[in-house]
């Protein structure tokens, strides 16, 4: 049953649909099916039965039968009929009229709890913060987990389409450059939002500091998304033939990160680390480029090879040296009779 309630929040968002499906007779009573609200109240009169009540924001009142569960997340909850699963209230209190009949659990995080005389609860009350596993806390963390999960996936994949050789310069940077990728991110994540008080001081920077402190929120989720795109080329290289395969190494490290940040506790600090080494990845391959001779994106010019030394000369052709003839010494001459 509360399967059938984690469902419906999830698909909640997408639909933000408070109309209820066609109703049906059945068994001599109206029958209707889930409702999803996102803002509203939810009335289930005497002679009507529901399917599951999802309420982000709201308050149900139910005197006929719901077949699932009822969950609220910021409402009240009063219950005069019957309730065929579990009873979650987040923030608000449930008050359980005289003939109400709920056969699973009451769960109440933020709230009061009042029974009347006749009302009866078949499973347990619990009261006070509810454990990582109750419903209520997985319906909440669930619907703002694939709120994150979709968004950092679209703007991981645009990233990738508008700027792909940008992108291999950041896992670049983020695979050589790791003290480097560490310093600036951690620079960047705590110096901008000081930043942005500080230019709200003065009245010529107050523009300033508010677009700043907007956009934030957009450039820490830039650098999550590259934080998976590094991850996941460390782990999925290029295919044999020479392909890139960026969007394969981008959802691995996505699944990875996003299956860390379903924990509690451990997926806020994982965002924040993830965030942090992905932009300072980012500002090392802007660095590098600005000091490198082709920008981010481009390839680079081939260096153009030395030129050839010019040919050496080739030695003039040395006449042979003249024949010198000696004269004939004078006992020589003699004897020549000369």
């Known amino acids: 049953m509360v ?4 469902v419906s929040l ?4 997408i639909a933000a649909s408070g109309a209820p499906r066609p109703a049906e007779k059945r068994a001599g009573r109206a029958a209707v099916g889930d409702r999803v609200v ?4 939810v009335v289930v009169p005497k002679g009507e039965a529901s399917g599951d009540i999802v309420i982000v924001h709201g308050s149900a009142r139910v005197v006929g039968a719901v077949r699932g569960s009822v969950v609220v997340v910021d409402g009240d909850v009063v219950l005069s009929g019957l309730v065929r699963g579990d009873v979650v209230a987040l923030d608000g209190p ?3 009229l005289r003939g109400a009949h709920v056969t699973g659990d009451v769960w109440i995080a933020h709230g009061t709890l009042d029974v009347q005389v006749g009302a009866r609860v078949d499973g347990d009350v619990h009261r006070g913060g509810l454990s990582f596993l109750s419903p209520a806390r997985l319906v909440t963390r669930l619907g703002f987990w694939i709120a994150i999960s979709v968004s950092t996936l679209l703007l991981g994949l645009l990233l990738l389409v508008l700027g792909p050789h940008a ?3 950041v896992g670049r940077a983020g695979r050589e450059a790791v003290g480097a990728s560490i310093g600036w991110g951690a620079a960047l994540m705590f110096g901008l939002p000081v930043a942005g008080f500080l230019l709200l001081v003065s009245l010529v920077g107050i523009p300033f500091g508010i677009g700043l402190l907007l956009g934030l929120a957009l450039l820490y989720s830039i650098g999550y998304a590259y934080a998976a795109w590094i991850l996941g080329r460390a782990l999925i290289r290029r295919s044999r033939h020479g392909g890139p395969r960026r969007v394969t190494a981008f959802l ?6 996003r299956a860390v940040g379903f924990v509690p506790f451990v997926g806020g600090i994982g965002w924040f680390l993830a965030a942090l080494y992905g932009l300072g990845a980012a500002t090392v391959a802007v660095w590098r480029a ?5 920008p981010i994106g481009l390839a680079a010019a081939p260096t153009p090879p030395p030129p050839a030394p010019p040919p050496e000369p080739e030695p003039a052709a040395q006449e042979p040296p003249p024949i010198v003839t000696e004269p004939p010494e004078p006992e020589a001459a003699a004897d020549l009779g000369l």
């Open 167 to 169: 992108a291999d310069a």
């Open 3 to 6: 399967a059938v309630v984690l």
């Open 252 to 257: 691995a490290g996505w699944v990875i990160l």
């Open 10 to 13: 999830a698909l909640g968002a």
């Open 38 to 41: 996102l803002s509203g109240d």
């Open 94 to 96: 449930v008050r359980l």
């Open 290 to 294: 600005r000091r490198g001779a082709a």
